[in-house]
């Protein structure tokens, strides 16, 4: 056997799992994050893909379905999988997507109120349009300008310059920041636009202002330039994509009908009343108590205690499904909900590669090797 690749293979997630180890813990074996497109060559060139089906395979393939998308919205089920996956693809969505914002800000002048950093950090807190993030560069890797940051291929400039020559308090707004690049704009003037286009009402007045920056009275002046640059919520939350990402467990509900059958109707609606949410309901025709939503459920146990309370302990049993998760995505409109999805997607597919290239290039197994023989 080909020793260098029996060790990569032990990092390698789409590895089958042999008979030659048989699992005692199933749950604790490392199983396939997720199912991607079938890769080719890995880049270490150091492993063939994995022969499929002459071993037992763990592999898994999560399936995904969209219950709801908007542009800054969507819900869906990730099933078929377990929570280190979910979470992997939670934290990554937070913290480890890209997106422009400024980072820099050069102050030329400045008289309003507010001190240049306390300025600098609102402007850098302005969500951009950032649909081309997973292409730029980061400043720090760029060839372009040796990591100074202020090249096209890693940064966009803008320019704000802005006097208040009335009595009239005037606003300072992300609708006053120039961008050098049509592509990377504050995302409330990108929404805007699209609002004005299909001219929908549903855009406020108040929102059409922009987000404010500084306050100027007359004679204030604020002249600065400011460059925007890629970067992720791992260093700093303005770059963030994400305003919420969660996930529930499923709950799998389990009725005890025949126990049910010996409560009487007001008991029955003094049972499904003890839920704080409307998971449970009464079947009109029936009589019968029914699950209405299971998603309702928030595992506040407070039917379960109901029950015991009511002297009928094991009238429902309602567990977590480990393998079943609902994902709500919102984003701050740097990218779309669901863009954001596919990105994080992506990232966690890059850091597996470096797993693995990192695994292949490594030659401190030596004592592994010579204990698998
Ligand atoms: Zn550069």
Known sequence: MDQRRSVSDLFN?????????????PSLIPKTLISLPKRGQNPSGAQKP???????SYQRFPKVRIREMKDEYCKFELRETDASMANAL???MIAEVPTV???LVEIEVNSSVLNDEFIAH????????SDNAMRMRFSRDCDSCDGDGQCEFCSVEFHLNVCCD???TLDVTSADLRSAEASVIPVDLAVKALAMESSSTSYEAAEQRGIIIVKLRRGQELRLRAIARKGIGKDHAKWSPAATVTFMYEPDIHINEDLMETLSLDEKRAWIESSPTKVFDLDPNTGQVVVVDPEA????????????AMGKPGLVEINAKEDSFIFTVESTGAIKASQLVLNAI????????????????????????AHLG
């Open 13 to 25: 997630p789409l590895r089958p799992e042999s008979n030659r180890n048989p699992p005692l813990y």
């Open 50 to 56: 994995p022969a499929m089906e002459t071993t037992v």
């Open 90 to 92: 939670r934290r990554v």
């Open 122 to 129: 609102r402007l850098g807190l302005i969500p951009l349009t």
């Open 166 to 168: 009335s009595d009239q």
């Open 346 to 369: 992506d990232v966690l597919r890059q850091k597996l590669d470096a797993v693995r290239l990192q695994d292949a290039e490594e030659n401190d197994f030596s004592e592994l090797k």
């Open 101 to 103: 914002a400024i980072d």
């Open 297 to 308: 459920y928030t595992y506040d146990d407070e039917v379960i205690k109901k029950a015991e």
